[in-house]
């Protein structure tokens, strides 16, 4: 069975999406025996064809990007010509989704939704109609939790082909951590220092990190390490300087992943503070409950509510809010036994919920189920 999953960008771009892709489809042609592809668009002007981490992989060549989002006219005919069984669509991605609609429109279809589109108001309303003949062409629209499902407007007029299937990561690396681990966590710890607050991922407006850079100017024993890059780091350097913030606030750029586990050994708790529902399920906060930390995130109505779970794993938030991030992280500081005990169930809950191979094994079945079930007329 071959399956083609579609998103905008693939490795070397970092970001939640492209990295879950890339993995879910080297998970896939190694545990469950499927032909998992990726098609995405190339970073310049020529198709390339390549294999990451095992997986082929053709990047249509780039006519530019508009609103966020990669354009491309060879999108189309190269899905046509991969001959998929079933095309695998990551949502939000209009120009993928409407490659599928030109090119395979009778091939069976899955769609993970990960996201509304938030900030392109005025693409949405162009594109609104051609979304919701593509929802209506999915045999299974995924979602990834039961808050997304039950908040977003476009699934719930499709609510009967959703399914709730959590993201998971490998956690072996994060849960059990090698000497050489341990020894840069160790030395990170001395860098940067004790109460360290750490959040990860590329630095975007919906992140929230200003109002987390505001809470730590609220918390004289706190200290943040940032890491990661992005189009909010000149703003936020400029944000820590106003504030006179550079000895206690740290910005480590980009990690590798083979050091990004030590990252967060070294640290006492994580802060996701987004404030936009495109921070739909955070999957470096699951690295973080994986690595035995409790989380302080925000309520935006989206599945990092359903990663972090409120008096439990961690605390959870009103949004745009920095006095109220301000009090939960001094609580978690203060209180070194509910920080450990929060740490141990947000471990455990991931170990429950967020594995990539549970993850994987319920991709393939629902790709099973897909190629027996009659598609839409």
């Not at 039961?146 to 956690?171: F, N």
């Amino acid at each position: 069975m071959r399956v083609v999953h579609v998103y905008k960008d693939i490795y070397p771009v970092k970001g939640g999406i492209e990295n879950y892709v890339l993995a879910v489809c080297a998970r896939l042609r190694k545990t469950a025996g499927i032909d998992a592809q990726n098609l995405a668009t190339s970073p310049g002007r020529q198709t390339e064809q390549t294999t990451i981490e095992g997986v082929p992989t053709v990047k249509a060549a780039r006519l530019g990007s508009a609103a966020s989002t990669p354009l491309s006219l060879a999108l189309a005919p190269l899905l046509r010509q991969m001959r998929p069984d079933i095309v695998h669509l990551h949502a939000p991605y209009p120009v993928g989704e409407l490659a599928y609609l030109l090119a395979t429109p009778r091939t069976p279809m899955v769609m993970t939704y990960h996201s509304d589109i938030v900030r392109q108001k005025t693409l949405l309303r162009v594109y609104a109609p051609a979304l919701e003949l593509v929802l209506r062409r999915a045999r299974v629209i995924i979602t990834t939790s039961p808050q997304y499902k039950a908040t977003s407007p476009w699934l719930r007029r499709h609510s009967a082909r959703c399914r709730i299937v959590p993201q998971g990561i490998d956690q072996r690396r994060f849960r059990h951590p090698d000497a050489a681990t341990l020894t840069l966590a160790q030395t990170l710890r001395a860098r940067y220092g004790p109460n360290l607050v750490h959040s990860h991922g590329v630095l975007r407006y919906y992140k929230g990190l200003r109002y987390l850079v505001d809470a730590v100017g609220l918390v004289p024993q706190a200290r943040l390490l940032l890491t990661g890059t992005g189009p909010e780091e000149k703003a936020l350097r400029a944000q820590v300087a106003a504030a006179g913030l550079e000895k206690r606030v740290h910005f480590a750029g980009a990690v590798t992943d083979a050091d990004l586990p030590a990252y967060y050994h070294a640290v006492d708790l994580y802060v996701l503070p987004a404030v936009a529902r495109s921070e739909a399920f955070s999957l470096s906060m699951v690295e973080a409950q994986t690595s035995g930390l409790p989380c302080i995130s925000t309520e935006i109505g989206t599945g990092t509510s359903y990663v972090n779970v409120n008096g439990v794993t961690g605390l959870v938030v009103p949004p745009a809010d920095a006095g109220a991030l301000a009090h939960a992280i001094r609580r978690l500081l203060a209180d070194g036994d509910v920080r450990r005990t929060m740490g141990r169930r947000a471990q455990a809950r991931a170990a429950d919920l967020f594995d990539i191979d549970a993850h994987t094994a319920t991709i393939a079945a629902i790709y099973r189920d897909v190629t027996l079930a009659p598609g839409p007329p």
